[in-house]
């Protein structure tokens, strides 16, 4: 009788650390992705807006197939899909200036490859651009170890805009 208690408390146990375990890797994934946000405007209402498709819809264009323009050296490299444009995917940051086509006014996501530092000195700036009426969000790769303020000041939108920044720090292999 004692072994039966002692059993079903080291099961118990087990259980109990397990899920501890796999629950810290779920919850862990969103971690190397991270959103700017202006920290003197956040409060709890704008956290409760955004709850309801907080990271979906963003991960939806990231990660699935859509319509998608490449560029690079300031050239199109190629456009897969068929449709109006959902993506543009730059490999450099020296070709902003295609952003000006107005066949990009469907375009719902920017993505962003930096390689270098001193690729954040080619500032993304959305103030002035009237041709991405459709923008939501604006994701940022640095191959280097990169920071907020960093970021910030690489990409300029307007201060009432509803576009959501994210950026990651990657370590290619």
Not at 1 to 28: D, H, I, R, W
Not at 80 to 86: A, P, R, S, T
Not at 140 to 148: G, P
Request: glycine fraction near 2%; charged fraction near 25%; include cysteine.
């Amino acid at each position: 009788m004692k072994n039966k208690s002692a059993l079903t408390f080291y099961t118990f146990l087990f259980v109990c650390f397990a899920s501890l375990m796999y629950t810290g890797q779920v919850l862990g994934q969103e971690n190397d992705i991270f959103e700017l946000t202006n920290d003197d405007e956040l409060s709890k209402v704008k956290v409760k807006k955004y709850k309801e498709d907080n990271r979906g819809k963003f991960y939806n264009l990231a990660q699935k197939l859509h319509t998608t323009s490449y560029i690079s050296n300031n050239t199109i490299n190629k456009v897969y899909g068929e449709g109006e444009i959902k993506k543009i995917t730059f490999e450099d940051s020296k070709s902003f200036s295609l952003l000006n086509n107005k066949i990009y006014n469907a375009v719902e996501l920017i993505t962003v490859t930096l390689n270098n530092l001193s690729d954040l000195n080619n500032t993304l700036d959305l103030t002035t651009n009237k041709n991405l009426s459709s923008l939501k969000y604006v994701f940022v790769k640095c191959n280097f170890k990169c920071k907020k303020q960093q970021i910030k000041k690489f990409v300029k939108a307007k201060s009432n805009s509803k576009i959501r920044i994210f950026y990651k720090t990657e370590s290619p292999s």
